[in-house]
């Protein structure tokens, strides 16, 4: 009996140590160290490696190609790499070793974009702040199944909803936040920081109490990678339906589960629409074939200009008069944000769209901002567009 006992008790124990062999496998070394100064030191273990390079989302990008450093190796086999004073902001980055990518075994904190998986960091101050878990009341954010009749097929969004909303009665304005091409439900809330950038800005007074609707703008996706029943498959950019009128077409599907399943306030002085790139674009179809829906409409870096001349669709005919109509039926603001080092092909778009607008006497907010077509400028212009609604 004693033996079976102390053969049970050895078993358990062995067990547990197994599942948590993680933690008794601790890498020691530290990376990255955010410095009293804000300069960032990173730090790799690489003793039998030739080359290892760094890549960040500080670094100034030209065109696709993403900009790197070398990293200098030390007598102990640690490759180190420190950057210049960095303001605050969150970051991105990577390792190369040898030509391979590699994340940061010496960080826990990653999150994907599209298919690439980047460690991250965040220096703290400014608008930074904004991006942090601070001790406020927090909201909730759920995913949700919603039936698409238009896409014939049960879709996943991702909502979130302000502190106090599940113990109380209120009925809230909805904002629909929509991604860039390859993105998904989940861009928005890991990327973007928009949980953190509404909890914090809603506790602060800055912004109105709101519900945030997330959808995937890929109609050919039932949710994210990995997170439906078509299994672990491969993120791509090159989704069928991406920018073909069908997501804006069965946008109504989106809305008819929202309004149905959440307290919303069903009027067009407490419905807002925004996007960044490929959400830009749908954002400004969107708006312009749903009349008198939306009182506030955001387009971040819009992928205008962009759209394939092959494409037919009756979201996209007839947009002149649609724009015309839209100005008719009257809005309380129509915001748009750009990056000075943005693609040409879309910063032309925008110009282009501007131009029309103005050509008719449609009023709107203008913001040219440094930088690219970057989730650090989307992040910002979150920051600014979501305390200016239902006012």
């Known amino acids: 009996m004693k033996t079976t006992l102390s053969l049970i008790l050895f078993g358990l124990l062995s067990y547990a140590l197994h599942a948590q062999q993680d933690i008794f496998a601790r890498n020691e070394i530290i990376s990255p160290e955010i410095n009293a100064d804000h300069t960032v030191t990173f730090r790799l273990f690489g003793p039998e490696a030739s080359e290892v390079t760094i890549t960040g989302s500080w670094m100034p990008r030209e065109g696709f190609s993403a900009p790197y450093k070398e990293m200098q190796k030390g007598d102990s086999g640690v490759w180190v790499y420190t950057t210049k004073v960095l303001e605050p902001e969150l970051y991105r980055y990577s390792f190369s070793v040898d030509g391979i990518r590699n994340t940061d075994p010496s960080n826990a904190h990653a999150i994907r974009d599209v298919g690439s998986i980047s460690n991250i960091f965040l220096i703290e101050g400014g608008i930074a702040d904004l991006y942090k878990v601070n001790d406020v009341p927090h909201g909730t954010v759920a ?24 113990n109380g009665k209120k009925k809230y304005p909805v904002l629909y936040l929509l991604h860039g091409i390859g993105g998904d439900e989940e861009a928005w809330i890991g990327s973007g920081r928009a949980i953190q950038i509404l909890d914090n800005l809603i506790a602060q007074g800055k912004a109105k109490p709101m519900i945030v609707v997330m959808p995937n703008g890929n109609v050919a ?35 008819n589960f929202v309004e149905s399943n959440y307290r919303t306030i069903k009027s067009k002085k407490s419905r807002a629409i925004a996007g960044l790139s490929m959400g830009g674009f749908h954002t400004a179809n969107i708006s312009l074939n749903y009349p008198n ?39 309380k603001l129509y915001w748009m944000a750009i990056g000075n080092g943005d693609m040409e092909r879309i910063l032309k778009g925008n110009q282009d769209f501007r131009e029309k607008m103005d050509g008719i006497g449609m009023k709107y907010v203008y913001k040219e901002t440094d930088g690219g077509h970057t989730w650090e400028n989307w992040r910002k212009y979150l920051s600014e567009f979501v305390p200016l609604l239902f006012k």
């Not at 238009?150 to 599940?166: M, S, W």
């Not at 506030?296 to 109509?325: H, M, T, W």
């Open 221 to 255: 996706q039932k949710a994210a990678p990995g997170m439906s029943s078509d299994g672990f498959v491969v993120p791509s950019f090159r989704l069928p339906n991406t920018m073909d009128g069908t997501f804006e077409a069965t946008f109504i599907d989106i809305m």
């Open 293 to 331: 829906t939306f009182d506030y409409i955001g387009l971040f870096s819009s992928a205008l200009g962009v759209q394939s001349n092959n494409v037919s669709s009756p979201i996209y005919e007839n947009r002149d008069e649609k724009l015309q109509q839209q100005n008719e039926n009257g809005f």
């Open 143 to 166: 995913f949700r199944w919603y039936d698409s009749p238009g896409n014939h097929k049960k879709r996943r969004l991702t909502v979130y909803t302000p502190a106090g909303y599940e």
